[in-house]
Structures are given as C-alpha cells and as structure tokens.
C-alpha cells in the first residue's frame, strides 16, 4: 500500500482508535515505530476477550477504513482464533485475545524502553530485503 500523509494517518489511527473503544476492546495501545519498523509508522494492539469479538472489530474496522477512504482488500487481514492482524500499509492493527497478547508482548518488542525504541530500523537494500538480514 503507497504511504499515507501524516495527517491522514492521524485520522486513521483516532477512527480505528473510535471503533475499538465503541467495540468494548480492552487495553488498545498506539505505538509510533517511525523510522525504528520499515513496515509501519504506527501499530495498534488492542484485547478482545473471545474470537467473536475479534472478528467483529476487525469488520468495524475494515468498515472504518473504507469510511476513511482507504478501503482494505481481503489479503490485507489475516486471522487466527487468537489474533487478527491487518495491514493498512503505514498503521498495522494487531488485535489479541487475552492470552496471545501475553505470549507475543509486541508492547515489549515496540513500546517506550524496548530494543527496538534504542535502536533504528535497518536501511532497505538495494533490490529489497533488510541490510544486515541473513541470507537463506
């Protein structure tokens, strides 16, 4: 997906913010990874107590973002019963339930005081991948 201006994630990010919050979803997190992911700008991590409610945030939200004019293509979601993730090319939505989102810790990973806050993402190299990535 192209980059969105930083305006317009703005906006993204407070409408998906809206929709969880209305969703009753429980400890939604905003993270700013700017310059630290080369996948994203901001990741938003958010609990729903059962596989139900997962799936009826991330509908809202794919509703949401298309209300917001950028609407996701199917491949931009991706489920498990414990975890949903969506793409929205600069805002990555990971949406847990309770015992996912203990065992992942991507707040530890990507929040204030962890590895990834001390450290920036690594350039991309030319023709793609990351410098430094090992090769298989």
Known sequence: MPKVAPA??????????RSLEEDK??????????????YADRLIIATGLAERQLRA???H???RFAESGLPLTRDRIQSSPDWVLI???DLVVHLFRPEARALYALE?????GSPAAEAPAPPPRPGGGVAGADEA
């Open 87 to 89: 793409d929205a090319g």
């Open 108 to 112: 530890r990973m990507w929040g204030p």
């Open 8 to 17: 317009q994630l703005d906006r993204l990010v407070e409408a998906a913010r």
């Open 25 to 38: 979803a429980e400890d939604i997190v905003v993270l700013d990874v700017t310059g630290r992911a080369d």
């Open 57 to 59: 945030m991330a509908e």
């Open 61 to 63: 939200l794919e509703e």
